[in-house]
């Protein structure tokens, strides 16, 4: 099974602050990762799929990079509504393995 | 539009069988891999089963093995998970939710609203 570890397992940050989440994968997944936000009492909502390509109706400042074992999902300029859980997502073999998450809060 | 709507969900005693199921629009459902994702409550997300696109090939996650069945109906457009001895640690939000796939250019995943489902005496 591939495992997906993320860091950090939560962040403080700021309104207008640049946030970085690493998404690192046990073994190589191509480009099969997505990145998924969480607010409380709410299903997940895809941001970034195939590593890079953002979800249509998300805002521009989400954007993800790498490819292999080593993914990135930045916020350029972190907005209120901005603030939940974040999770990364392997869909390059089964079982299809989630990261447990990084927690993005007020600082 | 995409739209996954699942159903199904509901109260369940220890031991007792439900079946989701996740009606798909908007897609050629029959091109597209499909999962079974599920979220305990406070908990983070759980993969809990995969289907091919034709149906041919399954897999399940340890903690469903033997219990849980997935399947699916292409001339229906719809996705099932049919849960027996159910436990408490069962009970969480289910997803339906289609994969990430490449033809040629990359099609996103899509997920469905959740089910509840509850496993309490």
Redesign the interface.
């Known amino acids: 099974d591939i495992q997906m570890t993320q860091s950090p397992s939560s962040l403080s940050a700021s309104v207008g602050d640049r946030v970085t989440i690493t998404c690192r994968a046990s073994q190589s997944i191509s480009?099969?990762l997505?990145w998924?936000q969480q607010k409380p009492g709410k299903?997940?909502k895809?941001l970034i799929?195939?590593a890079s390509?953002l979800?249509s109706g998300v805002p521009s400042r989400f954007s993800g990079s790498g490819s292999g074992t080593d993914f990135t999902l930045t916020i350029s300029s972190l907005q209120p509504e901005d603030f939940a859980t974040y999770?990364c997502?392997q869909?390059s073999s089964?079982?299809?393995?989630?990261g447990?998450?990084t927690k993005v809060d007020i600082k | 539009e995409v739209q996954l709507v699942e159903s199904g969900g509901g109260l369940v005693q220890p031991g007792g069988s439900l079946r989701l199921s996740c009606a798909a629009s908007g897609f050629t459902f029959s091109n597209y891999e499909m999962?079974w994702?599920r979220q305990a409550p406070g908990k983070?997300?759980?993969?809990v089963s995969?289907i091919s696109s034709g149906g041919g090939t399954i897999?399940y996650?340890d903690s469903v093995q033997g219990r849980f069945t997935i399947s699916r109906d292409n001339a229906k457009n719809s996705l099932y998970l049919q849960m027996n001895s159910l436990r408490a640690e069962d009970t969480a939000?289910y997803?339906c939710a289609r994969?990430?796939r490449?033809n040629y250019v990359?099609q996103?995943?899509?997920?469905g609203?959740?089910t509840l489902v509850t496993v309490s005496s």
């Open positions: 480009s099969y997505n998924y299903g997940p895809l799929y195939a390509s979800q999770y997502q869909s089964t079982p299809r393995t989630f447990p998450g | 999962n994702v983070g997300l759980e993969w995969y897999y996650a939000v997803y994969d990430l490449y990359w996103p995943p899509h997920w609203q959740g």
